[in-house]
Structure formats: C-alpha cells, structure tokens
C-alpha cells in the first residue's frame, strides 16, 4: 500500500519535472498584419511548432508604423524572444545600445547562415558582429504600364537616353510619364537613390550615405544634373507631396501616368487597384553612367533577438529553422517577395519574382535604401531635401548646402 | 462647568482642525497626479535638455548646445513662425465664435437643432476633421478641385505648397475651434441679465451700441475662456498637422510641438535632448501667456 503511494508520487512528480524541464517559451513580436505578410509569417511559426512541439509559441503581430514606436519601449521593458526589424543603419541605435543580441556565433555554425547569406551578410553585420537574421528581401525598380507603352509604341528602356525618349513619346501623348507620392518622403529617396547609384556606383553612394562625401560634391552634383533632367523631361505628377505611395498609384492604374519607381511590394497595391498581370510589368532602372557596374536597391526584413530575452535558446533554434531554403522559399512565396538564402526555391510563376532574382543576383553590390543606409537624421532631412528638390528644383544648392551642415553634425 | 466649557472648547478646536485639513486631503490626489504627470516631467524635460541622448543609449552632457543648435536651425524658425501665425488666425474663433451664439441666441422651433449642428465639429475627433479637409483639399477629386475645375482653372494644391499650407490647415483647425468658442458664449448668453437690457433699451440703446456697451461686458467671463482655450489651443496645435501634412511639404507647415514630436519621438527621431529643449522653449512660450491669465484672474479676484 505504502509503496504503491511511492510510486503514484514518483510518478507525478516525474510528470510535473518533465513538462517544465520540456515546455518553454518563445515570444515573437512581428510587424506586418497584413493578410499575405501575416500567411507567411504565420506558416513558418506552424512549421517551427510541428517540429519542436515541445516549444509554446507566442505571437504578438502589431501594425508596422506602430511596432516602429513601440519597439523602443517592449526591447527594455518587456521584452520578447524575438522580433522583427530592419537590418543597416536602421538596426544601428538599437546594437550601439547593447539592445540586440549578438549572434555572430550562430552565423558561423550554422549550415545555411554560413554559406547561403554571402549577399547579404554585409547589411546585417555592424562592428563586425552580425545581430539579425533576413527572412526577406525585394528588388526595387521601374514598375510600368506594358499596356500603355504598347499603344505608343514604347520599348522597355534600357539607357538613359531611352528612359528620356520614352518619357517625350508620353507626354506627346498627354501621360504624365512618372508618378509617386511623397507626403511620407521615403519614395523620393528611392528615385534618388537610383539615380545616385547609376550616376556615379555603389562606392560613392555608399560613401555618401557614410558621411565620407559631401552633397555639395561634384559627383552628387552630377546626379542632381540628371535628377533635374528627368524633371523636366520626363516630369512627376502633379501634388505628389499631398499623395501618399498608395494614393499615387491612382494615375497609374487610370492610366493617367505609366511608371513608378517602387519596390516589389507594391505589385499587389496595383493588382487591387484593378490592374492585371498584362497591364503591368518590370524593368531595371535604366543605365545612366555607362560601363559603370550596375548596383540595385534590395532592402531586406530581418528578425532579431533582443539582448533582454528569457528565451534565447529557443530564439536561436527559430531563427536557425527560418534560414533554411523550404522554409524562406515558402515564406516569399506567400507574400510575393524574394528569399535571401540562396539556395532557396523562387516562385517561378510570378513573372516579378523571376526579374526581381534575375535583377538583384546579379547585381554588382546591393544598397539597402536612403533610409536605412544614412542614420535616421541624416535620413529624416536628407528626404526632405529631395522632395525640397522636386517641387523648387531651383532651390538646389541651397538644399545641398543645408545637407552638409546636417551631415558635418551627424556622423562626427 | 469647567469640564464642559473646556470639552465645548476642544470640540471646536476639532472642528476648526477638521477645516483646516479637510482641503489638504481633498486635494491630495489631484495635487499628486499633477506633481508626477505635470510638474515632474517639466523639470525633467529641463533637465534633459542638457543632454544628447537617443532614448535608448548612454546620455552625455551637452550643457547649452542644444539650444545653440536650435538658435541656429532654420526649421525651429520656420515652426515658431507659423506657431505664430497660428496664434493670430486662431483668435478669428473668438469674434466669429460669439456671432454664431448671437444669432443662434433666439427662440424659435427647431434651435436645439441648429445648435447641436453647429456645435458638432467640436465633438468630433480632430483626427476625422484633419482627415475631411484633407479631402476638400485634394486638387485631384477635393471639392476645391471641382470649384476650380468649374470655372476653368488650375486647383491649387493647398497642402503641397509651402505657400498655403498653414493656412489650410488653420482654416481646418478652426472649424471646431469656432463651435467651441460658440457653445462658451452660448452660455454666456443665457446669464445675461435682462434687466439691464431693458435698462439700455430704455436709455435708447440698441445694435451695435447695446452689444457694445451692455452685452459684451457682461460676457467679459466668456470671452477670457473662450481667449484662453484658444491660444492654448493654438500653441499646442499638433494633432491637426501630424495627420494633414506631418509637418510637409519639406517641414513647412511644422509647429513647435510637431517639431518637438518629429525630433524626438517619430520614426527618425532619436534626439530626445534636443526635442526636449524645443519642449523648453515651448513651454517658456506658454508661460508668457498662462502667467498673463493667471494675473487677469488673480485681478479679477481681488474685485471680487
């Protein structure tokens, strides 16, 4: 009798020691609740719970602009496991203030980091550290009306001067040739952006947005030159500082304008707007410079640990599982965009998919975009500027003079 | 007899106690969320703003540089400048405000209605007036767009030009102002004594001069309340700008307290020193003004 009550208590006892030595925790904090974003995302954390069902996952999905405020809060206050974020200067205030955990470790012994993130190691690395892991990534470039290019009989172009003609058989037709919204400012950073990298390449955008070169310097200079020409032949629609990207992609789908200097996250925004797969289509922004190498703007989403989470084993263990090629090819599937790891499968059915890899895997070196390239002030007025230029293009060098002041104070 | 006279005594030294205290206690949690929500944080932000400091990482003291940056800074001009036009347009409240009551001011069938009419921009959020004008506005498919489009010309595109923007937004802003001000003059009106209007009418005055020299003084109570939200209002005007233009085209239509906003705690935003020493020079801004009100009402007291 008395051995039996042994027993029936060594067995609880061994019950309740194996679900808390088994049962632990994983919270991650992700920022897209978008439907497709959220499929995605969520089909990986269903994928990671089959294979470590002793993990309990939990999963707080809040609004992006939200998430960008809140993120300052929840890393000291209550942290999670995991979360979303965005890798180059972007990720900068939160390593420079021991808020991310450092998982160089892990990129070193982990079969996948090791080997299929060559590309895009760079833009997760500061100090020499590498303190995220990318689950996505998606070429930007000119998205334009195939239709409307059809009836005026417009090749996709592939020089400048193509880009300019093109842009004088537009407007000889009554078409405002680009549209974009600047309310939020960042669309304009794209187009400079672009405009910058194929003026004058990779080295010196980089080393613009480094703070090693000034804006007032005769090779940013040249870039302005070109961005003036394309004002004027090629011009924006009108009152794009009121417009949002999502608003501005009014006149392209009417047919009011016919390109967009976007990333490919916007091709389902012009599919809601009525377009169909025959009525848009992709082409690489056109080169300016010749012979120079051409470089792309590729910016990636990554996940993070932060340096006050309980979990961090687990944490590992997701990030590790969401490197591998099923899982990232499957996840950029669902939400139309492309997978960092190389090895990774593409959806070869999407047609921007296909350019898009086409586009960035052979591109000589990969610029994160304005915005997370330059630290925050930097960009936060350097955007500015650029709209500043758009609408008072006269206005010119006083904007870069003012950027060199911003400049001289940010990176000292 | 002595016992009880002394007993009468103590009972009303109790009393009086009781008096004395039962103000201090009465105003303990108001007095204690006020130091920790209001007074703290000010002396905080003052304390702050001596540091650069992104909210996250170490501070380091900067002693006064922030404020010789901002002296220095074309945008902390470009917001006072319009902080002030906001003051001055914002004030077309009061006068436009105090003739809506007037004319509302009369009985007829049907006036509750009209009133709650006019009164309803004011209960309505502020985020949903921004977002109506910012429609209106819209030379693309905005009324403004059709008006134009009707007579042939080209719409202005109100809130991408730097030259109108603050005054679309103003105008925006003192829509529920204007109903604001209206219901404290309503009020107002229904205090109004009319013997002293039958007074003035029979000592000959009537329209203008009756407002003028019988109505107006007596709304004097009104008018300082309906001034004084007003200029607070127009001071701390962020709401109406973070979702017409955030501060745009190119910071043009930036106040005070969006600047504040946009360089310490919006998305670029890691300056939290230098947002606090525009919080600094705000709040000196204000001290002006609250410090007048208080010696009005500190007069007005005295009268009695």
Known sequence: MANRAVKIFSMLAGTLLATSAFASELVINFDDPNPAPKAGFEAAVEAFKAENPDINVTVNINDREAHKTAIRNFLSANAPDITAWYPGNRMAPFVDAGQFEDISDLWASDANLSSNFEAIKPTMTRDGKQWGVPYSYYQWGVYYRADIFADNGIEKPTTWDGLLAACDTLKGAGITPFTIGTKYLWTAAGVFDYLNLRTNGYEVHNGLTAGEIKYTDDRIQETFKNWTTMLERCSFVDNHATMSWQDAIAPFANGEAAMYVMGNFSVAAYKDAGLTDDQIDFFQFPEITPGLARAEEAPADALFIPSGAKNKENARKFLSFIAQPEIQGEWNKTIGQLPPNSKAPINSDDKFIVQGFETVSTASGLAQFYDRDAPAEMASEGMKGFQEFMIKPERLDAILKRLDKVQMRVYK | ?304
């Open chain 2, 1 to 304: 007899m002595n016992s009880s006279n002394q007993s009468k005594s103590t009972r009303s030294q109790m009393r009086s106690r009781q008096q004395q205290i039962a103000p201090w206690i009465f105003l303990t949690p108001a007095a204690l969320f006020f130091s920790v929500y209001v007074i703290l944080p000010i002396f905080q932000s003052i304390w702050i703003s001596f540091y650069a400091w992104d909210g996250i990482g170490e501070r380091q003291w900067v002693g006064f540089e922030n404020y010789i940056e901002l002296f220095d800074d074309y945008r902390f001009y470009t917001s006072l400048k319009n902080n002030i036009l906001w003051l001055v347009l914002y004030m077309l409240a009061v006068p436009i405000g105090l003739f809506i009551a007037l004319f509302l001011n009369q009985n007829i069938w049907g006036m509750r209605f009209y009133k709650s009419m006019f009164f309803f921009p004011f209960v309505i959020s502020q985020v949903v007036v921004g977002l109506i004008f910012t429609w209106f506005y819209n030379p693309n498919f905005g009324i403004i767009g059709e008006i134009w489009q009707f007579f042939g010309a080209t719409p202005p595109s109100i809130l991408g030009d730097e030259r109108y923007v603050t005054y679309g937004i103003i105008f925006a802003g003192l829509w529920p102002q204007i109903s604001y001000c209206m219901i404290l003059y309503l009020t107002g009106l229904n205090n109004v004594s009319s013997d002293q209007i039958e007074a003035g009418r029979l000592d000959g005055a009537k329209g203008w001069r009756m407002l003028r020299f019988v109505i107006l003084p007596q709304l004097w109570p009104a008018t300082f309340l309906a001034i004084v939200v007003t200029v607070i209002g127009a001071l701390r005007s962020f709401d109406m700008i973070a979702i017409m233009t955030q501060g745009g085209p190119y910071g043009s239509s930036n106040v005070l307290s969006y600047f504040m906003f946009e360089q310490a705690l919006s998305e670029y935003g890691f300056r939290m020193g230098y947002g606090s020493a525009i919080a600094v020079i705000l709040f000196l801004i204000m001290l002006i003004f609250i410090s007048y009100f208080l010696w009005v009402m500190y007069q007005d007291e005295k009268r009695g």
